[in-house]
């Protein structure tokens, strides 16, 4: 997340051992432009540069085997990623990452963190809720079982408090996810994840061994979402099969639950946020389907699509319900 700089050493630890390993300069860093916005829009310059190296460096890169890591800021980009783009790596590795930025502004004892997340986001959590809620990774949890998960930090970390680690494991335990791997070291303990770069902290390129033998050898399975199932966006969800955007992508929150086969698909929201004048827009694949394939909104017939291998919605309500039916009829 910050200049190249420093992550340089990193990458090149990493490629020596096999690795294709690239740090973008996210907006508002390095040489990139814009204006950051802290676990909002930013998250996409991850995917955009993921879609960027694949199309650039094809033929060195395994384009079915993507892993992410993140320390600190990065490791709240970590945890984004992972609630965001659910079916998009196999490994996913945060060190003292931040889940809930609303949680950091109320808890921080750092008044510029305070400063800085107003600037990034627009306000505090009581002037713009709907703007940290989008922010709260802690909502998605359910949104991702299939990614290797791994986080690590401190029992004394202060920067980035343990609670944003230990909440999410929590939440996973509750919803009987077995994908999600803490490891928090203690006073006493011989490798301390402190806070900081693996060059400045040689115990994080330690912690390396957890999980790094793993995606050298492909043993983390390909992410498969389930052809039915909940997801809460915030701001919004890439699949491969779908993609969900509302809003300017950082101030609303739904939940959806859809239903994915070859006869029908199913995406029914309903908002969590609090501003009903925010719109969505729906994108998914007709790959599989028989055309012709009837578009109901809200159990009314919208259109009927007689050629075509995709389809978008454009400005549907947060709370619409949307059936995409197969000449095949339905589902039994």
């Known amino acids: 997340r910050g200049g190249r700089g420093d992550l340089s050493g990193t990458l090149q630890r990493l490629a020596e051992q096999g690795l294709f390993a690239a740090a973008p300069d996210m907006r508002g860093y390095g040489d990139s432009d814009g204006r950051r916005d802290s676990g909002g829009v930013e998250v996409m310059d991850i995917y955009n540069a993921i879609t960027c190296v694949k199309e650039s460096f094809g033929n060195r890169v395994d384009g079915r085997n993507l892993n992410i890591v993140g320390y600190s800021g990065g490791g709240g980009n970590v945890f984004s990623c992972v609630v965001r783009f659910p079916d998009l790596f196999r490994c996913a590795v945060s060190f003292f990452g931040v889940s809930d930025y609303g ?72 919803l009987g996810y077995t994908n999600v791997y803490p490891y928090e070291s203690h006073p006493g303990d011989p490798r301390r994840w402190r806070h900081g770069y693996p060059e400045d902290v040689p115990d994080l390129i330690a912690a390396e061994e957890y999980f790094l033998p793993g995606i050298l050898a492909g043993r983390y399975p390909p992410p498969e979402m389930v052809p039915r199932g909940k997801l ?96 095949e009829g339905p589902e039994a």
């Open 103 to 174: 949680y950091w502004y109320e808890h921080t004892e750092n008044p510029e963190v305070r400063e800085q997340l107003e600037v990034d986001i627009g306000g505090n959590p009581q002037d713009v809720p709907d703007r940290y809620m989008a922010r709260n990774s802690l909502l998605g949890v359910v949104n991702n079982p299939y990614t290797a998960f791994y986080l690590f930090w401190d029992e004394e970390e202060s920067v980035c408090p343990p609670h944003f680690n230990r909440e999410y494991y929590r939440r996973a335990q509750e």
């Open 232 to 327: 809460v966006v915030l701001g919004y969800v890439m699949t491969r099969n779908f993609s969900i955007w509302l809003g300017d992508g950082g101030n609303a929150v739904v939940e959806c639950r859809y239903l994915w086969t070859a006869r029908e698909r199913r995406f029914f929201f309903r908002r969590l946020s609090s501003d009903p004048e925010v719109r969505g827009q729906l994108w998914l694949s007709l790959e599989g389907m028989s055309l012709p394939v009837q578009v109901y909104r809200n159990d009314a017939l919208v259109e009927e699509l007689s050629e075509g291998e995709e389809y978008t919605y454009g400005r549907f309500q947060l709370d619409d319900r949307f059936r995409f039916v197969s000449a």
